[in-house]
């Protein structure tokens, strides 16, 4: 389960930090500074009871939109994805219980709607997202996306559809896009570098879809689905 929270204070090391939300896997939190991604780390949670440490390694690093009313102001600020390398029993136990008391609590595991065909990616991503504790839906008929998405309720949308030079699945994002309920939901596109031109990247910062590498790792799937929802379209 990804529960979002607020005002809960963390120290990565010795950097002061912000959960912005976790599970009992990982975390995502809000830092001033960058850090190296593949370090590791004590994470320190500071909770009401006592502190819970973890040792943590950083699979993620990007800088942060601050925005201000009327503007985007860059702050030194990045979002830091990490995740947990076997945590005591006794920190899950206190991570179990910070998704508890959590205000702004999911009470059941977000949904994520896979569209795609049934291959190797697809495989890894359905694995790796129950693993994650999401729960994905395959649909590999495409043309029903916008009406499934909306149907189970998804709280993102996973594109693995392969890009030809004719850019077929270009009807697949456009519908996602353009129905009032989709339109606001995160869409992450799985893509081979070899397939993108730069007419694709400016169409998909155009429509706020996000760009997953093909190939990539369990880690960098979660933490870009983990900001992706954080974040919103």
Not at 14 to 28: D, Q, R
Not at 120 to 126: C, E, G, P, R
Not at 153 to 177: M, T
Request: hydrophobic share 45%; net charge positive.
């Amino acid at each position: 389960m990804r529960i979002a929270t607020q005002s809960v204070r963390a120290r990565l090391g010795n950097l002061e930090c912000t959960l912005a939300n976790v599970s009992t896997t990982g975390a995502m939190l809000r830092a001033r500074h960058a850090v190296a991604i593949g370090r590791e780390s004590p994470l320190v949670i500071e909770l009401t009871s006592k502190p819970a440490t973890v040792q943590v390694r950083v699979v993620r690093c990007e800088p942060v939109d601050v925005p201000l009313p009327g503007a985007v102001w860059r702050r030194e600020e990045h979002a830091l994805g990490v995740t947990f390398l076997h945590p005591s029993g006794e920190a899950l136990q206190a991570i179990k219980q910070l998704t508890k008391a959590a205000s702004g609590i999911e009470r059941s595991s977000p949904r994520v709607l896979l569209v795609g065909e049934e291959d190797a990616v697809s495989t890894l991503i359905d694995k790796t997202l129950t693993e994650a504790e999401y729960v994905p839906r395959l649909l590999t008929h495409t043309r029903y996306a916008v009406s499934t998405a909306k149907r189970i309720g998804a709280k993102a949308v996973i594109v693995n559809l392969r890009i030809d030079p004719e850019f077929s699945a270009r009807s697949i994002l456009d519908g996602l896009r353009s129905d009032p309920v989709t339109a606001r939901l995160p869409v992450i596109v799985c893509a081979r570098q070899a397939w993108l031109r730069p007419s694709l990247v400016t169409y998909f910062n155009q429509q706020r879809l996000r760009l997953l590498l093909v190939p990539f790792t369990p880690e960098e799937l979660v933490m870009t689905l983990d900001r992706a929802i954080l974040e919103g379209s």
